[in-house]
Every structure is written in structure tokens, then in C-alpha cells.
């Protein structure tokens, strides 16, 4: 009897609370909206799980940014570790990027370098969040900064930024970027029917020139030192995105172009979002931020999407009839490759009958706005402190 009290008193069952049975259903939920609605999975499903790693009780399976190790403990836990070595180091956010890099086309913005403007003006959501988080709520300028990046949709970029600035957020920031990547066919289409006339829907930009392969190989080198000239913290971002991209297009390098945007990549996500899961302590997660976070982080992405299809409208007053543009497709602007532009060509399409197709179109802000929410990171990088 002894040893089964001792056994007893020693398990996970003796430290269960009300926190963690709580973190179990969000975690549950987001391997529901995973499986069951398509949201995400990659990510959703290793941070849903994570999620619930971290709150079984004795299991030493959570991480946190101020983790001490205990006297005489050679190694951290295992989360722990990856998350010492790969998100507090900067590493492991990069090479998602480099992976990214590899899978992206940049033809349909080099096709039309007009939409790089409605990339960066997509941009527009991180910045309002960011005051709002800061001047409303009281957030410090760490905390905002983290927080405003959700609007550019882009999950490797809020992590890796966020890591750096409010460590303590990672998970809420984490979940709440890749619920909103997710949702992109649910957020945008009232957003661009709101601001958007059907005539505007109608404009139906021709084909662009083809692109040359000069041109596709030099874009990547070119991008990538400019950007660090002009915002060396985002050098490790702009920096990998262009080197998987160079892969790429280089023609000659198959086999690395076929590791960074697979295998390595595949990799990469399982313990990025393993371990973005594993922050998430019933103790730490459920707090009243969390929903502040939440909610910040659509009013980001609403003003980002309304952003691009503003500047879009406002590009048009100076652009000749053949030259004008979508506006729907600043929608695209957001860096959730490649569903924003799927999103934009479905609502057009439907829109109009079948008769105004914008894929090709919208792919150009929609790749541009992966560079911009980089650089926009830097630049809270450079102004709030690495």
C-alpha cells in the first residue's frame, strides 16, 4: 500500500488543476481546427499538442524564457533545450524562412514592381497595433511591438520577433498569428466588398511581361543586401528567405533547393511548434492579456488587409486606364503565402461572374508582404532594442 501511495503521490494525477484541464481543451481545440477544418495543421497540430505537453503536471515538458536549472542538472529538458537552442539563439525562425524562400516565385512581383508599394502598405495593421497595444492598453513597447507583427501574418516572423522583445507572450502571439493566417478566407472577403465598388471588382489586369531569368537571379541577391543595408536586424530573416530563393532559381543547386523547401523545412516546423507549444502553462497562458492579445491581433489584420486595399485605390488615382490595378489584390499584401491570393481570386471571381481572374496578380503583393513584415520587424528591432 505504501508504494502505491508513494506511486500515487508522485503522479502527474496528484498536481492536476483546473489550469491545466483548461489548457487540455485548447489544446484539443486547436488539433480540432486542425484536422477537422484545415487550419494550419502543420503548425496548429504540434503547437495544440505542445500545449498540452506543457501542462502535464511533473512532466517537465513546458519551456519558459526564465527557466533556472536545477543544482546538478547537466541539460535542461528536452523542450526546454530546443527552445534554449533554437528560438532564443535565432535559429530556428531563419531557416523556416530559408524553407520559405525555396517554395516562393517572386516572377509576379518582378512582373509588376508597382505591388511591391501594396505589400509594404499592408503593412499598416502591424503599426496601428502596435500603438493601440501600447497607448490603450498599456503594453510595454516590447510587448506591442510582438504583438502589431501579428498583422502581417506571418507566423516564423511574430515567433522569432516576439522571442526576442516579450518572451513571455510567445505563446498567446504564436496562436494568435496562425488562428488569423487561418482564417484568411473568413477575414478578408468582408473587408474587400466593404471598401471596394463593383466596378473597382470588374478592373481586369492584363498579363505582365515575362520575367527574365537574369532577373530572377539577381532579385534575390540584390533584395537581400539592400534590406540589410537599410535594416541590418532583419538581415537574418531577409537574409535566409533570399538564399532558399537563389536556390531556387539558380538552376544548378537541385538538390539543396529540394532539401530547404522540404525535408529541412518539414523538420524545422515540428520542433518550432512543438516547443511554441510547450510556453503555453495554464499559468502563464490563461490571463487577460491573452484576450487582449486576441483581439489586438485581429484589429492588426483587419487594418492590414484594409491597408493594402486602401493604398491599392490610391495607387489607381495615378495610373493610366491599362495600368490600373485590382484593388482587392492589396488584400494579398499580407504575408500568408499562398492563401491571401487564393482568397483574392476566389471573391473577385465570384464577384464577377468568372470574368476577372487576379491569381497571377495577387501573388505579387502577397510574396512582397513576406519581405515587408521582415522588415517591418527589424525596424521594431532597431527602434525598441535587439
Same mark, same amino acid.
Given at each position: 500500500?505504501?508504494?502505491? /501511495?508513494?506511486?500515487?503521490?508522485?503522479?502527474?494525477?496528484? $498536481?492536476?488543476?483546473?489550469?491545466?484541464?483548461?489548457?487540455?481543451?485548447?489544446? !484539443?481545440?486547436?488539433?480540432?481546427?486542425?484536422?477537422?477544418?484545415?487550419?494550419?495543421?502543420?503548425?496548429? +497540430?504540434?503547437?495544440?499538442?505542445?500545449?498540452?505537453?506543457?501542462?502535464?503536471?511533473?512532466?517537465?515538458?513546458?519551456?519558459?524564457?526564465?527557466? /533556472?536549472?536545477?543544482?546538478?542538472?547537466?541539460?535542461?529538458? *528536452?523542450?526546454?533545450?530546443?527552445?534554449?537552442?533554437?528560438? %532564443?539563439?535565432?535559429?530556428?525562425?531563419?531557416?523556416?524562412?530559408?524553407?520559405?524562400?525555396?517554395?516562393?516565385?517572386?516572377?509576379?512581383?518582378?512582373?509588376r514592381p508597382v505591388t511591391f508599394l501594396l505589400g509594404a502598405a499592408a503593412q499598416l495593421g502591424?503599426?496601428?497595433?502596435?500603438?493601440? =497595444?501600447?497607448?490603450?492598453? !498599456?503594453f510595454s513597447n516590447g510587448e506591442a511591438a510582438s504583438i502589431g507583427i501579428i498583422g502581417g501574418?506571418?507566423?516564423?516572423?511574430? +515567433?522569432?520577433?516576439?522571442?526576442?522583445?516579450?518572451?513571455?507572450?510567445?505563446?498567446?502571439? =504564436?496562436?494568435?498569428?496562425?488562428?488569423?493566417?487561418?482564417?484568411?478566407?473568413? +477575414?478578408?472577403?468582408?473587408?474587400?466588398?466593404?471598401?471596394?465598388?463593383?466596378?473597382?471588382?470588374?478592373?481586369?489586369?492584363?498579363? /505582365?511581361?515575362?520575367?527574365?531569368?537574369?532577373?530572377?537571379?539577381?532579385?534575390?541577391?540584390?533584395?537581400?543586401?539592400? =534590406?540589410?543595408?537599410?535594416?541590418p536586424t532583419c538581415a537574418p530573416l531577409i537574409g535566409l528567405l533570399m538564399f532558399g530563393n537563389?536556390?531556387?532559381?539558380?538552376?544548378?543547386?537541385?538538390?539543396?533547393?529540394?532539401?530547404?523547401?522540404?525535408? *529541412?523545412?518539414?523538420?524545422?516546423? +515540428?520542433?518550432? $511548434?512543438?516547443?511554441?507549444?510547450?510556453?503555453?502553462?495554464?499559468?502563464?497562458?490563461?490571463?487577460?492579456?491573452?484576450?487582449?492579445?486576441?483581439?489586438?491581433?485581429?484589429?492588426?489584420?483587419?487594418?492590414?488587409?484594409? !491597408?493594402?486595399?486602401?493604398?491599392?485605390?490610391?495607387?489607381?488615382?495615378?495610373?493610366?486606364?491599362?495600368?490600373?490595378?485590382?484593388?482587392?489584390?492589396?488584400? =494579398?499584401?499580407?504575408?500568408?503565402?499562398?492563401?491571401?491570393?487564393?482568397?483574392?481570386?476566389?471573391?473577385?471571381?465570384?464577384?464577377? $461572374?468568372?470574368?476577372?481572374?487576379? *491569381?497571377?496578380?495577387?501573388?505579387?503583393?502577397?510574396?512582397?508582404?513576406?519581405?515587408?513584415?521582415?522588415?517591418?520587424? !527589424?525596424?521594431?528591432?532597431? *527602434?525598441?532594442? %535587439?
Amino acid at each position: 500500500m505504501d508504494v502505491a /501511495a508513494t506511486l500515487l503521490r508522485e503522479s502527474g494525477f496528484a $498536481g492536476l488543476g483546473w489550469q491545466n484541464l483548461v489548457m487540455f481543451g485548447i489544446g !484539443g481545440l486547436l488539433i480540432w481546427l486542425a484536422i477537422r477544418k484545415g487550419f494550419e495543421p502543420l503548425l496548429l +497540430i504540434p503547437i495544440g499538442f505542445g500545449a498540452i505537453l506543457a501542462n502535464l503536471p511533473r512532466a517537465l515538458l513546458s519551456v519558459s524564457d526564465a527557466y /533556472a536549472p536545477a543544482a546538478g542538472a547537466p541539460f535542461p529538458p *528536452l523542450l526546454q533545450l530546443v527552445y534554449d537552442s533554437g528560438i %532564443r539563439t535565432e535559429f530556428l525562425p531563419p531557416v523556416i524562412f530559408l524553407g520559405v524562400g525555396a517554395l516562393t516565385d517572386f516572377r509576379p512581383l518582378l512582373a509588376r514592381p508597382v505591388t511591391f508599394l501594396l505589400g509594404a502598405a499592408a503593412q499598416l495593421g502591424v503599426f496601428v497595433a502596435a500603438v493601440g =497595444a501600447s497607448q490603450l492598453f !498599456g503594453f510595454s513597447n516590447g510587448e506591442a511591438a510582438s504583438i502589431g507583427i501579428i498583422g502581417g501574418a506571418d507566423g516564423p516572423t511574430s +515567433i522569432y520577433l516576439t522571442a526576442k522583445l516579450a518572451p513571455h507572450l510567445l505563446g498567446a502571439v =504564436a496562436v494568435s498569428a496562425y488562428s488569423y493566417m487561418a482564417l484568411v478566407p473568413v +477575414i478578408q472577403p468582408p473587408i474587400m466588398r466593404l471598401l471596394t465598388t463593383r466596378q473597382e471588382r470588374e478592373i481586369n489586369m492584363p498579363q /505582365a511581361k515575362p520575367v527574365s531569368s537574369t532577373a530572377v537571379v539577381v532579385f534575390p541577391i540584390a533584395t537581400a543586401v539592400v =534590406a540589410a543595408l537599410a535594416v541590418p536586424t532583419c538581415a537574418p530573416l531577409i537574409g535566409l528567405l533570399m538564399f532558399g530563393n537563389l536556390l531556387r532559381e539558380s538552376g544548378v543547386t537541385e538538390r539543396l533547393h529540394k532539401t530547404a523547401g522540404s525535408h *529541412l523545412i518539414n523538420a524545422v516546423t +515540428i520542433f518550432l $511548434g512543438l516547443t511554441v507549444g510547450a510556453t503555453m502553462e495554464g499559468s502563464a497562458f490563461l490571463h487577460p492579456r491573452t484576450l487582449a492579445i486576441l483581439l489586438l491581433g485581429a484589429v492588426a489584420f483587419a487594418c492590414s488587409t484594409a !491597408g493594402g486595399v486602401l493604398f491599392a485605390k490610391l495607387l489607381n488615382l495615378f495610373l493610366r486606364g491599362g495600368q490600373r490595378v485590382n484593388p482587392c489584390i492589396g488584400a =494579398a499584401g499580407v504575408s500568408a503565402v499562398p492563401m491571401a491570393a487564393r482568397v483574392v481570386q476566389t471573391f473577385v471571381s465570384r464577384e464577377t $461572374g468568372g470574368r476577372v481572374n487576379p *491569381l497571377m496578380p495577387a501573388m505579387g503583393p502577397n510574396v512582397a508582404g513576406v519581405i515587408g513584415t521582415a522588415v517591418a520587424a !527589424g525596424v521594431f528591432l532597431t *527602434l525598441i532594442g %535587439r
